[in-house]
C-alpha cells in the first residue's frame, strides 16, 4: 500500500478505489497528520467547513469506517487506522507515504548544501521535486489542514526548484538552466531569485545583452505587478554583469 498526497490524492493499490470527496477529504488529512492524532472537531472543520450538518459526527464515523473497510491490514493484522481519544490516527511507513520521504529528501539534500557537497545535493532535489506533482491536493475542497499542507507544499517545491538551479550553477551546469530558468520565471514571474539565476547562466553562455534584457522583463514586471523596483541580489548581478566582474566565472562543469 502506498499514499500519495503531494499531488492528486491516489492510493496505489489496485484494490482500493475512493471516489467519494468527503472520503477523500477525511484520509488526505489523517494521511497529513499521519502518527499523530486528529481529532474529530478538526475532521468535521475538514470535510464541512464551519457549517457542518446536525448529524456531521455520526457522518464521520461512517466515512471513517469505510475507509477501514477498504484500506488493507499491515502484516500484523492490524488496520492502518486507529481510534485515539480525541478522534483518530493514521499510521503509514516512510516506504508507504510520499510526504515522509520527500521530507527526508529535502532535509538530507539542505545537509549536502551546507557541507557542501553540490552534486549530492542536486540528485536529493531532483528525486524530491519528483515526488511533488504539482499543487497538493489541489482538487480537494479542504479546511485549515489540508489547505496549510497545501501551502507548505508549494514553498517547499518553491525553495528546491530555487536551490537546484544553484546547485547546478555551481556544477557549472548554465547552458540546460537557461530553458529550465525561462520555464520557472513564467510560473512564478513574480519570484525574483529565478530572474537573477537566469541572468547568470545567460552571462556564463556569453549572452551578455539576454541576461542584462532579463533584468529589464523582471524590473518591468515588478514595478507593473506590485510597483516595486528590483530588489539588491538582482541589482547587483546587474552591475557585476556590466563589469564583467571575475566572480561571476562559471566552474568546469562536473
Known amino acids: 500500500m502506498r499514499y500519495e498526497i503531494l499531488g492528486s490524492l491516489r492510493v496505489a493499490d489496485g484494490e482500493v478505489t475512493i471516489t467519494a470527496p468527503k472520503i477523500e477529504v477525511v484520509l488526505a488529512t489523517l494521511l497529513i497528520r499521519s502518527g499523530e492524532v486528529v481529532s474529530v472537531d478538526q475532521l468535521v472543520t475538514e470535510v464541512w467547513g464551519g457549517e457542518p450538518p446536525q448529524r456531521a459526527t455520526a457522518a464521520l464515523y461512517v466515512y471513517v469506517s469505510q475507509l477501514r473497510k477498504l484500506l488493507p491490514r499491515d502484516e500484523n493484522g492490524a488496520r492502518p487506522i486507529e481510534t485515539r481519544s ?73 525553495e528546491c526548484q530555487e536551490t537546484l538551479g544553484e546547485m547546478k550553477l555551481r556544477l557549472g551546469r548554465h547552458r540546460e538552466m537557461v530553458g529550465v530558468l525561462s520555464g520557472l520565471i513564467r510560473e512564478y514571474p513574480l519570484h525574483e531569485p529565478f530572474y537573477g539565476q537566469l541572468m547568470l547562466a545567460l552571462y556564463r553562455c556569453d549572452r551578455r545583452a539576454d541576461a542584462l534584457g532579463v533584468y529589464q522583463t523582471a524590473r518591468e514586471t515588478l514595478n507593473r505587478e506590485l510597483g516595486l523596483d528590483p530588489g539588491r541580489g538582482l541589482r547587483e548581478m546587474q552591475r557585476s554583469i556590466l563589469a564583467a566582474d571575475e566572480v561571476l566565472d562559471a566552474r568546469p562543469a562536473v
Not at 532535509?107 to 557541507?115: F, K, L, Y
Not at 489541489?138 to 497545501?150: D, E, K, R, S
Request: avoid cysteine.
Open 86 to 158: 480525541p478522534g483518530y490516527v493514521l499510521h503509514a511507513d516512510e516506504g508507504q507515504l510520499d510526504l515522509h520521504l520527500f521530507q527526508r529528501l529535502v532535509r538530507e539534500s539542505r545537509a549536502h548544501v551546507r557541507a557542501g557537497r553540490w552534486d549530492e545535493a542536486r540528485v536529493g532535489l531532483e528525486d524530491a521535486l519528483g515526488l511533488a506533482r504539482g499543487s497538493a491536493l489541489a482538487t480537494l475542497p479542504g479546511g485549515p489542514v489540508i489547505n496549510g499542507f497545501a501551502r507548505w507544499v508549494n514553498e517547499v517545491r518553491l
